[in-house]
């Protein structure tokens, strides 16, 4: 069945530094992949998406490209504020219209 | 974008009692969906809940300790039935407008069962 992997954390970066969070796919067909963000004591946002291969997703100065050949969407941020501490999940959605989450990975920025 | 209300936001509530959770949004939808988020621990799908039809659980569910009502396109509510400490969880009414594959997320409702 479909599955998500990401990186585990927590991730502790200095502000300004370069993030990269990796998350893999396993599906059938050609999911839609998105970057959910869940900022302390709030509910789950979408971040960004993309729903064919090469496109890439952005928001926020978020990126992530849908790579088919490694089955990859890798989340990256140039330069990170303390303000983007969150847990963000990776997830797919397939044929069966069911969104399915990676296990999230929280991100602590320090200033 | 979708605006999606859960009542009540959280409640803390006694062993072997039930809890039904209410999930109002603000336009007509045919699919939505019930997740459980456990402390720590990422989303994982309860049911699917279509208008007119019955609620579709996932492997780990069942319909007696977690009914489904979905009366309307436009509301749903799920009952955590005789609880147990286990069941303290967030419970997050999601729903998938046709127009977009863009999921979104009510605000949850944060479940703790003494």
């Known amino acids: 069945g479909n599955s998500v992997t990401q990186m585990e954390g927590p991730v502790t970066l200095s502000e300004e530094a370069f993030l990269t969070i990796n998350c893999t796919y396993t599906?059938?067909?050609?999911?839609?992949l998105f970057w959910y963000v869940q900022y302390p004591g709030e509910g789950l946002q979408l971040l960004l998406k993309a729903t064919k291969a090469d496109d890439k997703g952005s928001n926020k100065g978020f990126e992530a490209t849908y790579r088919k050949e490694t089955t990859s969407f890798h989340l990256e941020k140039g330069s990170v504020q303390v303000s983007d501490s969150a847990v963000y999940f990776c997830?797919?959605?397939?044929?069966?219209?069911?969104?399915?989450f990676g296990t999230g990975t929280l991100l602590a920025v320090q200033p | 974008s979708a605006v999606i209300s859960q009542k009540p936001s959280r409640d803390i509530c006694q062993r072997g009692t039930s809890l039904t959770i209410q999930c109002q949004v603000d336009s007509q939808v045919t699919m939505m969906f019930w997740y459980r988020q456990q402390p720590g621990q990422s989303l994982t799908l309860i049911a699917t809940?279509?208008?007119?039809?019955?609620?579709?659980?996932e492997s780990g569910f069942v319909i007696d300790k977690f009914p489904i009502s979905r009366p309307n396109l436009t509301f749903s509510t799920l009952t955590v039935s005789n609880m147990s400490p286990e069941d303290s969880s967030i419970y997050l009414c999601s729903l998938a407008p046709r127009t977009t594959d863009t999921q979104y997320f009510g605000p949850g409702t944060r479940l703790t069962v003494l």
């Open positions: 809940a279509n208008q007119g039809s019955e609620a579709t659980y």
């Open positions: 599906a059938t067909g050609y999911p839609s």
């Open positions: 997830a797919l959605r397939g044929a069966t219209n069911k969104l399915i």
